[in-house]
């Protein structure tokens, strides 16, 4: 009997320390060894059962469990067109978010698992909405995807057209949105000028900066498009009919409410609707609180009415009291453009520079500046050569608005490669033997441009 009981205790220890051993860390390394070696030459197929054994075994190991475990899965679904992987991916990034938090940003991997669920169609669209709203409430910091803000807009959208969601609740997304747009494009375009500046000075860009300058046009593109394609997707729903009748029904019951107010007179000033309405959001809104919104939208009034200095007045009060950037740069845009307008270029181009200061991806500036350097050409320098010169100045800041915003980018490589048709071609710098000289301007344009060397 005595026996029997010893044989017992030894087998249930046995197990029992064979258990132990199963999931002490030098076995768990052993397993990560198996699963990562053949997963970094992508022999998947070997790797599978490796990773299987570590979730199970080892969650919380190493982080390189998901990191290759995702690119795992990735290659089954994309590469081999294996959708069963999906939900694997998806548990993936989940698992990795519950063992690692410090180490994944959460934001990134709900909106991740968003997009996952609508490109694969799991789910309805309510549920797939729900999952982005989730991410971008949660951690709009790190929800930066440009396919993910299209996406959660859009669904926001077919929502709305299914009669799910209030056309209001549309409005307030697209701002949120295109905020967050604006605001990565501004990012890079920021990091983009110092290398352009850098560049424009003379000094050579080293091969990191030259890779950067690379990307971070590449993802201005990007934002670009998603920016568009966002508008495109509102569409209709905020063209003026739309708009002013949706306004004027709510009128008498929202006219004390400040913020709706603020946003049916951005929206409408957006879209340029001639109403009467706009006039009276206006007035109402200085009544209710004098602001920067209020003074811009009088200011519009006036420029619409013909009263330019007032406009002047209304706006500058605006610039003086905006804190948001965005919207401090559409202030300097109006009043540069009314200086334009009465041709004071010297004024109009220190308010166009201050817009950049406050949203550096607003390529219409640098645009502005162009045409008005090229419109100057006649009257700066002496001689014919050093008038044509400016051309070129005229020609690089084109070529700036092109790389800081894609939604004029077209426009101003055409009126780029105009300019410098126009400037001092080869045989006229040769001719005038002008080559690698330089070629300083005593008008209101200042500054100098070098001539190309032949």
Wanted: hydrophobic share 35%; net charge neutral; with cysteine.
């Amino acid at each position: 009997m005595k026996t029997k009981f010893i044989l017992l205790f030894t087998i249930v220890l046995l197990a029992t320390s064979a258990k132990t051993f199963a999931q002490a860390p030098d076995d768990c390394a052993i397993t990560l060894s198996y699963f990562t070696e053949p997963a970094r030459i992508k022999n998947y197929e070997a790797a599978l059962p490796y990773y299987e054994q570590l979730i199970k075994e080892c969650p919380n190991y190493h982080i390189a469990t998901y990191q290759y475990g995702v690119k795992m899965f990735e290659y089954f679904i994309d590469e081999k067109g294996d959708k069963s992987k999906v939900n694997d991916l998806i548990q993936a990034w989940e698992l990795r978010l519950e063992n690692f938090p410090a180490k994944t940003k959460e934001g990134d991997v709900l909106s991740t698992i968003a997009q996952l669920k609508y490109d694969n169609n799991i789910g309805t669209k309510k549920e797939q909405f729900n999952a982005f709203d989730t991410a971008f409430n949660k951690h709009p910091e790190d929800f930066t995807s440009g396919k993910s803000l299209y996406t959660y807009f859009s669904l926001a959208v077919d929502l709305h057209n299914s009669g799910e969601k209030e056309l209001q609740e549309i409005f307030d997304l697209y701002d949120q949105v295109t905020a967050k747009i604006d605001s990565q494009k501004n990012s890079l375009a920021e990091k983009l000028t110092v290398l352009l500046n850098k560049a424009e000075s003379g000094t050579a860009l080293t091969s990191k900066e030259e890779r950067a300058k690379a990307v971070y046009e590449n993802n201005l593109g990007v934002y670009t498009t998603v920016e568009e394609s966002v508008n495109g997707k509102l569409g209709q729903l905020a063209d003026c009919p739309n708009l002013i009748p949706l306004y004027e029904k709510d009128y008498e019951e929202k006219k004390n409410d400040i913020d709706w107010i603020k946003s049916a007179s951005n929206r409408l000033d957006a879209k340029d609707c001639d109403s009467p309405l706009s006039n009276k959001l206006a007035v109402r809104l200085h009544e209710l609180e004098p602001s920067s919104t209020s003074a811009y939208l009088l200011g519009k009034q006036a420029e619409a009415e013909g009263k330019s200095s007032k406009a002047l007045e209304y706006f500058n009060q605006a610039a003086d009291l905006e804190k948001d950037n965005s919207k401090k740069a559409r202030i300097y845009y109006s009043i540069a453009e009314n200086y334009r307008k009465k041709g004071s270029y010297g004024t109009a181009r220190n308010y166009y520079n201050k817009m950049l200061e406050a949203k550096p991806s607003a390529g219409i500036a640098y645009y502005k500046i162009g045409a008005m350097y090229a419109d100057s050409a006649n009257g700066c320098g002496t001689t014919v050569f050093e008038k044509r010169a400016m051309y070129w100045l005229a020609a690089d800041m084109m070529d700036k608005a092109a790389r800081v915003d894609g939604t004029i980018a077209g426009n101003a490589r055409a009126a780029a490669s105009s300019y410098r048709g126009r400037a001092p071609q080869k045989s006229d710098i040769f001719s005038e033997g002008m080559a690698g000289k330089t070629v300083t301007f005593n008008c209101w344009v200042g500054g100098s441009v070098r001539v190309p060397n032949l």
